[in-house]
């Protein structure tokens, strides 16, 4: 990233929710930056315990400071002269996750909802949703926890508008028809406990 932008400007680390493949790093962007961290009220509790191994005390009085607690209903965190929403994503498939819109770029950051299996080809998004969704299903079956989490998921997405979701694993999907057809799908998956005989 800091080939990109200095690291030292960065304002925010969003911690969707608390898998070792988002929060892992923490430390490292706490002792490096002068950044706040944006999680669910349900994880700040828990990342204390995370970082407490690897900063210095001073730095693990001033974690308190650092945090940004995302109520349950989620929030709108200001950035600059706009705002990144922070969407419930709650159960998909973690209790307190949350999914993040830039509404000027019209990009849903979708965590693991979306994720596939495309290794050295995520850098291209998908052209046909019919060839990718047997690359998402398995996942999504086992880690999402009902259909009914699903469902509330997609009608709020549905209120907002994207023109591109951006799953942490896999492929984008660019264009609102792919979005469409993303969210088709996902609001009839049975998965978790759904399928529990």
Known sequence: MSKHISIHSLKYVFASHQDP??????????????????????????????????????MQKSLDNRMVEIPDEGSNIRLGNSFIRAIPAHFLHSVGNFHFYDPLS????????????????????????ADHIPLMEGFHRRYMASNRACRAWVNKVRQLDVETMVPQHGKAFVGRDKVAAFLDWFECLECGVDLIC
């Open 21 to 58: 493949d988002i929060i892992t790093s923490l430390p490292r962007w706490l002792m490096h930056t002068d950044c706040q961290v944006v999680t669910s009220r349900l994880w700040s509790r828990f990342l204390p315990h995370l970082v407490s191994g690897f900063v210095s005390g001073k």
């Open 106 to 129: 019209k990009i849903l950051f979708s965590g693991d909802v979306g994720a596939a299996m495309t290794p050295g080809q995520d850098h291209v998004p998908v052209e046909n949703m």
